[in-house]
């Protein structure tokens, strides 16, 4: 193809063109790349003279300052960042004034304080603070004790429990429902003592009209007309936002499996008459080790800086053949020997291929905090008023309060229903209680051995006189008879719904949600398959004949 002598023109004007804007731009990047070695060529050697000037000028004298200067803001970093971890160990420390405004709140506002105990420790979840807080606010504000999460223990504790602390306020047994829905939560009839296993372990409320009938029952004996307040108070955890959903029916509080899900005070209007205060969970400054706290479930695991004391504590509370046959470790020394082989077995491995015995540790706690390893403590044989309570305050409070009927409420069963739950052995367990009120521990694996205990597994603990908190303790280690499936036949991840009843009741909602969105995606797929096979049959079956 031939060009015209103009279009010939044109492209060696554009092509000269290019070639000048090239020689442009490599001068003028050689002139930039020369005055930037200048520049840096410069500020060093200005920042070579300071430094002969500054050297010349320093005397042993001011280089002692220095040093002693530098050394002062290292230990002024130090002790921030060991506060700091402690912060993070206990996220609730820092915000625990502020939460302790907001419990004052609420006692200042309520006529009726319900305080939550967890059943599995009730007295280990149980705050004289709190007590001592309303007691000296009035003798018109009255303490309710709540025995909530009743279906991890046995009858038989709670209703030890139940004798043991209405020595002091009246106590409502209670299971707050677990139900993940927005409304309707479930709440059941049928009283706490006659409650089957079955009706136990579901995510159903049970408690709440023994409960409504005792808050009815105290309006009436204050000939209260209009509404009263009930605060709900307690350690976190222990489900005090459960309770107040359970009463509502609907989840109007936030529940959460770690603590601190509640931050401020929350109004809750049941009816008219029944205005329900919840209040985030709080943990007073006492001499509580870290380490009892954590397995109380006052600190959020996944922040602990150091999870290798409460998994100690643990480790010295269970007998080491059980723990070995329910993680599937040999025999160790250690805990940490026992963290590192468990980390192994786990497959948590930092780089490099070392066990992360953290994560292991973590684990190990989780199991503890969400129920997959079972305790309860047993109620001291005999009662002492603690000290901030006297005879004259539990007459006053009690005055309030229909006693007869509460009573009749957690009898009812005690008489009548067998002991179902859990498969709990009762008989002695060889504590070995002192005089105070420490309260025993027992503890339980889930899905053990089945094998009836033997005398090693009966261990008595507490020798270690280290961790007084607990007192004396003796460790036991049993299958449960019902409604739990060993752990090689555990329910599978996302169970169907007919072996809902088999998940860990803790569980439970999540499980429901799982199971129902299982549901949903089968009815999908089976409608998916069923539309296509309709289309193909009716293609197949098209016999109109388009061509005569
Ligand atoms: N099995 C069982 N679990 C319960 C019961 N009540 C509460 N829970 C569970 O315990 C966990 C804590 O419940 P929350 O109601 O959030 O406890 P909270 O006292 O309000 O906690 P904070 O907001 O941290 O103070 C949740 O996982 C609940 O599902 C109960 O009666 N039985």
Redo the contacts with the bound molecule.
Sequence with gaps: MTQSPGEQQLKTHKHRAGLDSYEHTAVCGRVTTTFICRLAAMTEKQKLSREHEMMKRRNLQSFQEDILLRQREFEQKETEMRSLEKHVNFENENSRKAYYREFKKVVEASDVILE?LDARDPLGCRCPQVEQAVIQSGTNKKIVLVL?????VSKEIVEKWIKYLRNEFPTVA?????QQQAKNLKRSNVSVTQATAELLSTSA?IGADCLMKLLGNYCRNQDIKTAITVGVV??????????I?SLKRARA??????????KCLQEVHLDKHIKLL?C??IVMATSTSDAVMILRNCVKIEQLVDPLPPVEAILRRCNKAQIMEHYGVPDFQTAAEFLAMLARRQGKLRKGGLPDTDKAAKSVLMDWTG?RITYFTHPPETHTLPTHVSAEIVTEMGKAFNWDELEKGNQEVLSSCPDVQMGFCMESIGMTQGDHQEPHFGLQIEGGSGAEPTAEDKTEFMEDDQDPEFGPMTVEFKSQKVNRLPVSEAAPRTPSLEDIFDVD??QQ?HAMLAANKKRKKKQKRADKIATKLSDTLTSAMDFSFSDP
């Design positions: 939550v909530n999460k009743i279906d991890l209670f299971k707050a429902s677990t409320c307690g350690f976190p955890n222990v489900g005090k936002s459960s309770l959903n509080c936030h529940v959460g499996a770690t603590p601190g899900v509640t919840d985030p969970g129920g009741p803790l909602g």
